[in-house]
Every structure is written in structure tokens, then in C-alpha cells.
């Protein structure tokens, strides 16, 4: 079974007996520096702390560790991807689908459809299906296009110009 990338990050964290170098830069439990040290003399005030000494910069010369609770700041890690899970926004594809031969007052209830997913922040895709003898009329589906356009062009925009892939004609709008 794989990890996940973040579980590899946390685990690569080295805790206590863990650290292997000579000398850290130390950082105290009140987020002050201390200085660099050797790692045995910086455990031993973690320990006599009552917390753990942990590396938080590998990278650096000499690694930069810090004296703090271990658990309390893997649940602090947890708690903010959490945090901006939930502030991030999905946005999704929603499609609308239009014949040629659509009525006006029908197209203005998809218009209306196509306002209320731009304004909820999901993107739409334009689809007009061409079907029998209205292959032959395809300059009527960019009118239609147009029309669509025109009745929404204080809030959307169209990301693309429409390209027509064998019976369909697609476009896609978002939030202007």
C-alpha cells in the first residue's frame, strides 16, 4: 500500500534519538532562538522541558530543530489542511444542452439556468446538437450562440471561440 505524499512529509520530520547530525540551530519552546548547539545538549532541554526536539529544516546548515509537543503539532498540521480544504472552492464543468431549433422563450430559461451556474462559480459548457437535415444549417447554432451571448454578457464570457466537432457545436462560459 503507497503513502500519500503529505503522510511522507510528516513521517520525514526527525523526532528526538532520530536527529543524526552533530550540531542544530535550536529555536526554544517560546519561539525564541537559542543558537547552535550540539544535538545531545539540545535534547537534553527538550527532555527536561517535558517536549520533543524536532527537525523542521533538514536542508539548512546546520538543520534548524525545534523544542516543542510533537502531538500537538501534528494535530495543529492536521487541523489546518483541514482548514483549507474547506475554503477552497471546486469549480465545476456544468453543460447545457440546445437544439437549432429551440424557442425563444425556451432559450431564455436556459439563459436563466446559465446565469444561476456562473453565479454559484461553476463554468458551463455550451453544447448544440445538430441532427438530421440541420447539419446543413450549422450557421443557425451560432446564432444561437450569439443570442445566448448577448442575453449574458454583463456576467459571462466565453473562454473559448465555439468550435463545431461533428454534430455538436461547443462552447464553454465562466464568471467574467
Known amino acids: 500500500m503507497a503513502k500519500s505524499v503529505t503522510n511522507k512529509r510528516q513521517d520525514s520530520l526527525k ?16 519561539g525564541e532562538p537559542v543558537g547552535i548547539i550540539p544535538t545531545s545538549e539540545a535534547l537534553d532541554m527538550a ?23 510533537y502531538g500537538k503539532y501534528k494535530y495543529e498540521q492536521q487541523r489546518k489542511k483541514a482548514e483549507s480544504r474547506k475554503k477552497q472552492k471546486i469549480v465545476a464543468l456544468k453543460e447545457v444542452q ?30 448544440i446538437r445538430f441532427r438530421g437535415r440541420e447539419m446543413n ?27 463545431l466537432e461533428g454534430a455538436t457545436l461547443m462552447t464553454v462560459l465562466t464568471k467574467k
Not at 543524526?20 to 517560546?30: F, P
Not at 527532555?47 to 509537543?69: Q, W
Not at 450549422?138 to 471561440?161: H, M, T
Open 15 to 30: 523526532i528526538n534519538k532520530k536527529i543524526n547530525s552533530t550540531e542544530v540551530r535550536l529555536i526554544g519552546a517560546d
Open 47 to 69: 527532555y527536561a522541558a517535558g517536549l520533543d526536539l524536532v527537525m523542521v529544516a533538514e536542508d539548512a546548515t546546520p538543520p534548524v530543530c525545534r523544542i516543542l509537543d
Open 98 to 127: 440546445i437544439r437549432p431549433c429551440i424557442g425563444e422563450n425556451d432559450l431564455l430559461i436556459k439563459c436563466k439556468a446559465i446565469k444561476k451556474f456562473i453565479e454559484s462559480g461553476d463554468k458551463v459548457k455550451l453544447v
Open 137 to 163: 444549417r450549422k450557421e443557425s447554432g451560432q446564432e444561437i450562440v450569439r443570442k445566448i451571448l448577448d442575453y449574458c454578457q454583463e456576467f459571462a464570457k466565453e473562454e473559448n471561440p465555439s468550435k
